[in-house]
């Protein structure tokens, strides 16, 4: 059964990093209360949740898919690229050290797992603002030894390369072809997001169900059309601090 590794919301969340979208008030109960919406929805997606310690001192602690990047034989612990966030990995760290084999990315290096999406042996790493080429060419030292190849790609006018394009299945991702370019994922098949939904590429695939915001129903319905079975979740107070559906869990 895979695990889910989870963190709680913290209180402080309103103080989170924000780079693309305006402050608004963030009410942590709420949010907190959509997580575990977001948790249940793992839970029925097949997961058994581990729920890391709270961390109150880290306003964007819940978001621990950027602390670590999981693959059948190894975990990388990052360096996120916001200062804020380094202090989150060592509690991740402590948890997946019983799943897998852990390598570490170092200064001057920096890596946010939001950045990347991994496609059968390819993984893609959306350089820019923040995970930079040490951060990818030190994931693609840890990763050698087992055969991936590690694909520099580009993202613009969002947070991470996953809020462009995410991986349904196989080789076909749902992209934002606004925010990313289709002819960086040679060999792939694309789904297209609705115009009207731009924050609709964030997908999360747990085995044989698709974790999905109840935000974006237009390009809801095209993934239904193509039989895709939906669990959807309302994250949308975590939206305010710029979190998804990938961002919230790490799937081991
Ligand atoms: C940040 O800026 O780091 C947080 N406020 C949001 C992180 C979302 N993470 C993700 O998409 N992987």
Same mark, same amino acid.
């Given at each position: 059964m895979p695990v889910a590794i989870t963190r709680p919301v913290s209180p402080s969340i309103g103080r989170c990093e924000l780079t693309h979208i305006a402050r608004e008030p963030i009410d942590a109960e709420h949010a907190a209360s959509q997580h575990r919406q977001y948790e249940m929805a793992l839970a029925e997606a097949g997961c058994e949740i581990f729920r890391l310690p #709270?961390?109150? #001192?880290?306003?964007? =602690?819940?978001?621990? #898919?950027?602390?670590a990047v999981v693959f059948d034989e190894i975990a990388v612990m990052t360096r996120p690229g916001a200062e804020s966030r380094r202090g989150e990995t060592g509690s991740v760290a402590a948890v997946l050290g019983n799943y897998r084999q852990l390598a570490h990315i170092q200064a001057p290096g920096t890596l946010d797992g939001g950045d990347v999406l991994t496609v059968g042996r390819r993984v893609f790493v959306g350089v820019g603002r923040r995970s930079n080429a040490s951060g990818a060419g030190q994931l693609q030292e840890a990763l050698q030894p087992f055969g991936y190849e590690v694909v520099l790609v580009e993202a613009h006018?969002?947070?991470?390369l996953k809020s462009a394009v995410t991986r349904l299945g196989g080789t076909t991702l749902l992209i934002n072809p606004d925010w990313t370019d289709? =002819?960086?994922?040679?060999g792939c098949e694309f789904l297209s997001v609705d115009p009207m939904e731009p924050f609709a590429a964030n997908a999360l695939m747990v085995r044989d169900a698709l974790i999905y915001p109840t935000t974006c129903p237009r390009t809801r319905k095209l993934l239904e059309g193509r039989g895709y079975k939906i669990l959807a979740v309302d994250l949308s107070e975590l939206a305010r601090a #710029? =979190?998804?559906?990938?961002?919230?869990s790490l799937v081991v």
């Open positions: #709270e961390a109150p #001192e880290f306003p964007d =602690g819940v978001f621990v #898919e950027d602390t006018d969002c947070l991470h289709p =002819g960086q994922f040679a #710029e =979190g998804a559906v990938t961002c919230c």
